[in-house]
């Protein structure tokens, strides 16, 4: 009897990686969630680098709101290592938002960067005949991170780098679809329970803890940077 053999189906999605910079007690920007502009010269350098070596970057609504812009690349030798890869010069920098409860004056809308929205249904029908954003990613459900990640990796994005905010990067935690972490420390604090901090949304349980291995550690100036693999995400 021909035994029949049972192939699965091999589901691709983005390798993603967190850069973060936060102070010394974990937090990325005070309580009234003013832009964190505390990064040195340095950890500019180090995310502008980062960025160049992906195909998108996504942060949330409070990122955007809080910065109202996004980090073109401007680096000439960077910008040239992206041309000799046959990479655009700039990745395609991704707003995720439900509401997409943005003002269109936001300088963010004027820079010279592709702009995709991941939205509900509702923020997609408001910006559908927008020239805000070159493209507008659906979704109608919570849990919608992987099947999302998916329709990612299919339009060609194979590397993506998550700026935040806590919100964000927690969601994307819970779905098991972070790689690595860079983080750096800088030389603040700013207590507060309300301050936002890396991960946010529920939290995890110290009996089950999101773990990390550390890749590396390397002092510069009064901060350090931090690069982590992420131990335990399910397998894809």
């Known amino acids: 009897m021909e035994s029949k053999k049972i192939v699965k189906e091999i589901v ?11 102070t010394a007690d974990g937090k990325i920007s005070d309580r009234q969630r003013s832009p964190a502009r505390f990064g040195s010269k340095a950890d500019r350098e180090h995310l502008e680098g980062q960025i160049a070596s992906v195909d998108g970057v996504l942060f949330g609504r409070g990122t955007l709101q809080a910065y109202q812009t996004s980090l073109p690349l401007r680096d000439r030798q960077l910008l040239e290592q992206r041309r000799e890869a046959n990479k655009p010069d700039q990745p395609i920098h991704i707003v995720c938002s439900r509401s997409a409860n943005f003002d269109p004056q936001w300088r963010f809308f004027g820079q010279p960067i592709p702009r995709w929205l991941i939205t509900s249904t509702p923020g997609e029908i408001f910006w559908q005949n927008s020239p805000c954003f070159d493209r507008i990613i659906s979704v109608d459900t919570d849990n919608h991170w992987r ?7 299919q339009l060609g994005l194979h590397r993506v780098a998550i700026l935040g905010g806590g919100e964000l990067v927690a969601s ?5 679809l972070i790689t690595e972490l860079w983080l750096t420390i800088c030389p603040f604090l700013v207590g507060g ?3 936002p901090t890396i991960v946010e949304g529920t939290g995890f349980s110290l009996r089950s803890p999101q773990k990390l291995r550390l890749l590396s550690a390397e002092t ?3 901060e350090v940077f931090l690069h982590y693999a992420i131990k335990n995400p399910l397998p894809l």
């Open 12 to 22: 691709k999605m983005p390798d993603a990686i967190a850069i973060l910079a936060a």
């Open 147 to 153: 099947s999302t990640f998916q329709q990612l990796y």
């Open 172 to 176: 994307l935690l819970t779905a098991d």
């Open 193 to 195: 329970k309300d301050a």
């Open 220 to 222: 510069m100036g009064e």
